[in-house]
C-alpha cells in the first residue's frame, strides 16, 4: 500500500485520539472548577450562610443571562436583518467582492459568533453589578430629602446610579449594532460611496435611521438623569450643585435633552421619508450646543457673575454642602465645648480628675509587642503580633485598660520539623490570650501581666483558650477523630521545663467535613495536597477548617460590608471572640462632600495604598461581627438598625444578621467606637467643625490633624486617635473614649503645631444585655482660642527632645549599646488643661532583649518633667503634690525627683546621682534577663554577651557608688 494512501488512514485515528484527550482535558478542567464551587458551598453550608452565596450566585446568573440577551440579541438580529434585505444585484467595486469572497465562508460562523462573544463580555459585566441590582430592587428611603430637586436621598444612593447604569448598557447595545449594521450593509452594497455620493437603499436607510434614533434618544435620557447627578458630583468648590450648576449647568442640560429627542424623532422621520439634511443639521445643532449651553454658558456664568462675588452668591449652597455632609457624616450632633486651658502647672491640680490619672495608659502597643513575645512566647511554634491591641475588662469592680494579644501559632518555627503532618495535623491552633495592665508596669519596666501563662491564668476567669481562627492561623488545618483515637493536636507544652507536651482534640464544628472519598478529592485539589486524600489520620470524623481570618470570614458572608482594619480580641461569655466593625458606606450622597477612606484612615499605624479608588461621602457603624476564636462561628448583630443601607441588605439577606437586642451584657462591655470610623469622622471635621458658610468658603479656621511626633523627622504620617479612659467636660464621669487632636492647617510650607481642636468619642456601650449607653458614640470637641498657644503634640516633642535635663538623661540610658524608644504621646484634659504623657523605653541590642519603660515624660503647658515613673513625674511636674495617684504609683525605684523646667529655658542642672545608679541597675536587670533567657535557649554566644554586658554594668555602678 502506498504512503499517500496510509496517510488519510492514519490522519483517521489520530482525530479520535485528538477528541478523547480534548474531552479528558476539558473534563478535567471541569471538575477542578466544581471542585472551587462545591468547596465554597460546604463552608458556607457549614457556617450557616448558605444563602449568601447562592443569593449572590443567583444575583449573578440572572444578570449574566439578562446582560447576554440583551446584547447578544439585539446584535444579531441588526445583523440579520441587515444580511437579509441586503440588494441581491447590487454592483459592487473590485474591492468589495474581495472582502465577500474571504467572509463568506465565515458569515455564518461570525453572524452568530460576534453576537455570542459580546453578549458574553456584557454578561460578564452586568453581573458584576449584582450588588447594585439587589440594592436597587430591597431601596429603602432615607426618610431626608435632598434640597435641589426635593427627591428622597434614597433616589441618589439606590435608584440613580442603576438607571444611568442601565442607560449606559443600553446606549452600547445600540451604538455597537448601529456600527455592525453599517459594516454589513456596506460590505453587501446597500451602502456605497461613490466619489462625492452616498447611496444608501432603503432598508438600509431605515435600519440605520431608526438604530440612530433609539441611540440619540438614549442619550436624551442620560442627559436628563445627569442633571440629577449634579448634587453628587464635586465642584472646585464643594460637593453638589454650586451657583453655577443651579444657574446654568441644569437648566442647560435640561435643554440638552429635550434637544436630543427633537433630533432622535427626526431620525424617525428620515426613516420614513428617506431625508437626511434634516437629522444630519439637527445632530450638527446638538453637537453645537452642547459645547455652547453645556460648556461655554457656564463657564460665563462662573466666570464673570460667580467669581466677582462668590461668596455671597455661593453662601446658601456651601450651607446645603455644610449641611448635609455632617449628617453623612454622623456629626451633626456634635457637642463644640469652648476650652480655655490652663497653662500653669499647680499644686494639686489633678485632684478632681483623679480617676483619669490613674487610667493613664503607659504601655504603648506599638512598643511592647517584643515584650509580650519575650515573656509570654515560651516555645518557637508561637508568636504575637507586632502591633497590639487594647481593650478594657472590669476587675474589681473598676474598669481596667488593657493591652492584649493572642499566641497564635506560628508554623515557620518548625523549622526542619514542618512537614506536612506537622504543619496541618499537629500543630493546630494557638493558645491563649495574654493581658497587660495598660496604666502599671513592673520595677524593671516590665508589663504587668493581668492574664498570661501556659496554660492560661489570670484575672479574666476561665475561658476557651485554645485559638483555632486567628490573624495569623495556618492555610488549613485538619481537626477532629473518633472518641477513642489518641489525640495528636498539640495542644501546649508543659512540664517544668516545657519538654513534654499536652495533646488535644477539636470538639467544635469549626469547618466542612471529610466524612467521605469525594471531599476529601475535592479539598485535595483545593489545596493541591494529596496527603489530604491519601493520610490515615483523615477519618471520616475529620473537619478541615480553612478562611480562617477573622476580618476574612466576615467579609466572605457580610459581602456588602467594609470592614475596619483594627480587629481585636477579647474574652467573651467564657470564650475568645474576635470583634469586627462593618460599616456601610455610599458616595452618592447628595451634597455631602466626598474622602478617599483609605487615605482618611491613613496614620502612622495604618498604611495607605499607593493608589485609592475609593471616594466615599456617608458613613455608618452599621455592624458589629464576631468570630469565636474556637470553632470559627461568625455572627452579625445590626448596631444601627436606622441605616437605611443596611436595612436594604436585611431584605436582601433576611436571614444573616441577628438584633442587637440578642448581644450579651459581656460582648456589650466589649465592643467599642471604630477607630477608622472616628479617623474619617477628624478628617471631615477638620474644615467642618466649620458651621457658617461665610467663614467656610475663607477657610478662616481650617484644622489638620497633627504629624506623629514620634515618627522620623521626614514622615509625613499622621498621629493615631488613641483609646483612654478619661473624664471630658461636660461628662460626669471617666469612660472609655477614642481621642484625636487638631492643629491649624498649614498654608504654604509652615504650620503653626499650636492646639485648636481636642476631638473625643464616648467609645463605651455599656454592659446591659441588648441595650446600648446612652453615651455612647457622643463626640465632643474642645475648641481652643486663637490666642491661646496651647502647644501642640509636635512642639511639645521637640522640647522633650531639646531639653538638656532630658537629653542628658537619655544619653545615659544610650550607654552600654542601648536603644531609647519614644512612646505614643498622650494628650489628656486633666487639671483644666492638657496634660501630655510620653513614656520612655530602654532596650539592649541583644537578640532576645525587649523593651523596658523606664522613665515618663510629661509637660503641662512650658513646664515638663521626667522621671522614673508617671506618678512621680507628676508629682514634680505638679509643685510636688499633683493632687491624684497614677496607675504606677507602686513602683518606688528610689529616685530622687527633681525640679521642672519652668518656661523651657533650661539649666544645665546635673542629673541626681541616684538616678544615674537607678538607670544602671535598670540595665543590669535587663542584661541578667536577657542572659538567663540565653542561657534557657542554649544560646551560648548571646549568653557570654549578657555576662559581659553585666559584668561591665556592675563596674559602673561601683564607680558611681564611689564618687557618691
Sequence with gaps: MSAQSQEPRIQRRRAPIAITIGVVAALVVAFFAFAGIYADVLWYDQLGFLSVLTTEWIARIVLFLIGFVAMALPVWGSIQIAYRSRPVYAKLNSQ?????????????????????VLGIFAGVSASTRWEGTLAWLNRTPFGTTDPQFGFDVGFYVFELPFYRSVVGFASAVVLLSLLLVIATNYLYGALRVSGREVVISKSARIQIAVTAGIYLLLQAVSIWLDQYATVTETGSLITGASYTDVNATIPGRGILAAIAAVVAVLFFITAMIGRWRLPLVGTALLVVSSLLIGSLYPWVVQRFQVDPSARSLEEPYIQRNIDLTRDAYGIAEVEEIPFEAKTDAEQGALREDAATTASIRLMDPL???????????????????????????????????????????????LGDAETWFNSHLVYTHGYGLVAAAGNQRSVDGQPVFLQSGIPSSGVLGDFQPRVYFGESSPQYSIV??????????????????????????????????????????????????????????????????????????????????????????SVVD???????????????????????????IADSETQAPALAFDEV?????????????????????AWDEKDPILQTWQKVFPTTLEPMSEMSGDLMSHVRYPSDLFKVQREVLGRYHVTDAIPFYSREDAWTTPKDPTADAASQLLQPPYYLTMQMPGQDEPSYSLYSTFIPEARGEQSRNVLRGYLAVDADAGATDGERADGYGKLRLLTLPEDDNVPGPGQVQAKFNSDPTVSQSLNLLKQGQSNVINGNLLTVPVGGGLLYVQPVYVESTGSTSYPLLQKVLVAFGDQIAFQDTLDLALDVLFGGDSGADAGDNEVDPGATPTPPEEGGDGGETPVAPSDEVQALLNEASVALKNKQAALAEGDWAAYGAADAKLAQIIAQLLEATKEE
Design 367 to 413: 512598643v511592647i509587642g517584643p515584650a509580650f513575645q519575650q515573656l509570654e512566647q515560651f516555645r518557637q511554634y508561637y508568636q504575637f503580633p507586632s502591633a497590639l491591641d487594647v481593650d478594657r475588662y472590669e476587675i474589681d469592680g473598676a474598669s481596667q485598660d488593657t493591652v492584649v494579644a493572642v499566641r497564635d501559632v506560628d508554623l515557620s518555627g
Design 96 to 116: 468589495l467582492d474581495r472582502y465577500q469572497e474571504v467572509f463568506e465562508p465565515l458569515r455564518r460562523l461570525a453572524m452568530y459568533g460576534v453576537p455570542v
Design 617 to 637: 461621602n456617608y458613613i455608618r457603624n452599621s455592624v458589629k461581627a464576631t468570630v469565636d476564636a474556637y470553632d470559627g462561628t461568625v455572627t452579625l448583630y
Design 480 to 569: 477532629g477523630a473518633p472518641k477513642d483515637a489518641k489525640p495528636i493536636e498539640l495542644d501546649y507544652p508543659s512540664g517544668s521545663e516545657g519538654a513534654d507536651q499536652t495533646q488535644t482534640t477539636f470538639e467544635g464544628d469549626g469547618g466542612p467535613k471529610l466524612d467521605n472519598a469525594f471531599t476529601k478529592l475535592v479539598y485535595a485539589l483545593k489545596f493541591q495536597s494529596e496527603q489530604i486524600f491519601l493520610s490515615d489520620q483523615v477519618t471520616t470524623d475529620s473537619q478541615i477548617l480553612y478562611d480562617r481570618d477573622p476580618v476574612q470570614r466576615v467579609q466572605k458572608v457580610a459581602p456588602y460590608l467594609t470592614l475596619d482594619t483594627d480587629t481585636y480580641p
Design 574 to 600: 467564657g470564650k475568645i471572640v474576635w470583634i469586627v466593625d462593618g460599616y456601610t458606606l455610599s458616595d452618592q450622597y447628595p451634597y455631602s462632600n466626598k474622602v478617599s477612606m483609605s487615605e482618611a
